[in-house]
């Protein structure tokens, strides 16, 4: 496709469960990341895949988060166990390379998933 | 730490006035900074960006300026349109150049 997909569009899912969440970046670029934006806040970090590199998971706010990359592509976000405070936009992004300042680096975004946990 | 901040949480302006939309940092070995625009159900779009040995850089309607000394962004939208509605934030690079670091937005409401 010609942006980042992911889906679903929205996930509502009790307290508890488990759920799973897919990123198709945009085909050729090297770097994703996961995002979560709660309510009214801006974006928080959660984790960064390069290429065959090990992730950055500093922002994983608990073990119950994951992610894995498979085959430097497609990307799942796993949340174990949910609770009610884990309900928000998570947003996925990928860049041509990974890395800080030029046109390589920008991030291009997809819609988000709308995670409500009941 | 890292942060990014806005000064205010929303803006509102006229049609085809000019907007400015300021933005703080704390980080002052930030090297790289970047603006996106978020729509209502929309993940950000990137608007512009602009690394630290510049002072200003212009788009289409678009400018963002740099003052490195009291560590301040701003993004000036020319003849602002209903179109131009949107949260917009600033990010800058985290320390480690994996991620981007955000404020919280600032609204821009547009009336014609």
């Known amino acids: 496709g010609a942006g980042v997909s992911q889906s679903p569009s929205n996930k509502v899912t009790e307290k508890g469960k488990d759920v799973e969440l897919r990123c198709d970046p945009i085909s050729g670029h090297t770097a994703l990341y996961w995002y979560r934006q709660s309510l009214g806040q801006g974006l928080e970090f959660l984790i960064y895949f390069q290429g065959n590199s090990a992730p950055d998971k500093s922002g994983l706010p608990s073990d119950r988060f994951s992610a894995e990359r498979t085959g430097g592509s497609v990307s799942t976000l796993t949340i174990q166990r949910t609770q009610q405070e884990d309900s928000a936009v998570y947003l996925c992004?990928?860049?041509?390379?990974?890395?800080?300042?030029?046109?390589?680096?920008?991030?291009?975004f997809g819609a988000g998933t709308r995670l409500s946990v009941l | 730490g890292e942060s990014v901040g806005l000064h205010l949480p929303t803006l509102s302006v006229q049609e085809g006035d000019n907007s400015i939309i300021n933005c703080a940092y704390s980080?002052?070995?930030?090297?790289?900074f970047i603006w996106y625009k978020q729509e209502s159900g929309k993940g950000p779009q990137f608007i512009i960006d602009i690394r630290s040995n510049m002072d200003k850089r212009q788009g289409q309607r678009v400018t963002v300026l740099l003052n490195k000394t009291v560590k301040h962004l701003s993004l000036q939208i020319a003849a602002t349109q209903p179109g131009d509605s949107a949260v917009y934030f600033c990010?800058?690079?985290?320390?480690?150049?994996?991620?981007?670091?955000f404020g919280k937005g600032t609204t821009l409401s547009v009336s014609s």
């Open positions: 992004a990928s860049s041509p390379v990974g890395g800080t300042g030029g046109a390589k680096n920008i991030q291009y």
């Open positions: 990010a800058e690079v985290n320390q480690a150049g994996t991620a981007l670091i």
């Open positions: 980080n002052s070995a930030s090297d790289y």
